[in-house]
Antibody, heavy 122, light 108 residues
Framework: EVQLVESGGGLVKPGGSLRLSCAVS????????INWVRQAPGKGLEWVSF????????HYADSVKGRFTVSRDNARNSVYLEMTSLRVEDTGVYYC???????????????WGQGTTVKVSS | SYVLTQPPSVSVAPGQTAKITCAGD??????VHWYQQKPGRGPVAVVH???DRPSGIPERFSGSTSGNTATLTITRVEAGDEADFYC???????????FGGGTKLTVL
């Protein structure tokens, strides 16, 4: 069974840092691009970051560029999101999602993890 | 930046057909993906690349594009279809993924 499991969320003060992890199983991790998506309480989905299979291509949403860093360890079947200079508006559920595996380089997201909650508050 | 516009809500009676739209410039050239999200759950892809269904998604879910609008159609709507739906495209000009604002489907 294909699974993605996020962890590392929690309560952090504005200006603080947090490292999220996404552990995957059930497929050949090194063959798939991975994305991070977040959802503020009661709001819609916001794409955060993309990392390609070999980490050669990395993209960030404008709202997090310069503060967040995505990385992956293909030997450990894991993706990480290092978040620094956190703001109140970074609060939300953070999902990792696998590339759906289509013919394009940038494909739909399938499947998604269950999410980990980040709360930035003083 | 590229913008996708969805209606905030759509209501439909059980057994009827629901249509959820997603508007964006030249959307037909981008490859549109659709997700269903139920409360407290991660999103699930229901249509990808405008009109293809991932395995396990019922044939009641279909997608289409025309002009600057993509449409997710759900036939024979069931109570269990009630959820938030999001469209998504890849914007190659900015190397960003873009989501629509989401549409809440209510089954009356």
């Amino acid at each position: 069974e294909v699974q993605l499991v996020e962890s590392g969320g929690g309560l952090v003060k504005p200006g603080g840092s947090l490292r999220l992890s996404c552990a995957v199983s059930g497929f050949k991790f090194s063959s798939y691009n991975i994305n991070w998506v977040r959802q503020a309480p009661g709001k819609g989905l916001e794409w955060v970051s993309f990392i390609s299979t070999s980490s050669s291509y990395i993209h960030y949403a404008d709202s997090v560029k310069g503060r967040f860093t995505v990385s992956r360890d293909n030997a450990r079947n894991s993706v990480y999101l290092e978040m620094t200079s956190l703001r109140v508006e970074d609060t939300g559920v953070y999902y990792c999602a696998r590339d759906g595996g289509g013919a394009r380089f940038y494909n739909w997201f399938d499947p998604w993890g269950q999410g980990t909650t980040v709360k930035v508050s003083s | 930046s590229y913008v996708l516009t969805q209606p905030p809500s759509v209501s439909v009676a059980p057994g009827q057909t629901a249509k959820i739209t997603c508007a964006g410039d030249d959307i037909g050239t981008k490859g549109v993906h659709w997700y269903q999200q139920k409360p407290g759950r991660g999103p699930v892809a229901v249509v990808h690349d405008d009109a293809d269904r991932p395995s396990g998604i019922p044939e009641r879910f279909s997608g289409s594009t025309s002009g600057n609008t993509a449409t997710l159609t759900i036939t024979r709507v069931e109570a269990g279809d009630e959820a938030d739906f999001y469209c998504q495209v890849w914007d190659s000009r900015t190397d960003h993924w873009v989501f629509g604002g989401g549409t809440k489907l209510t089954v009356l």
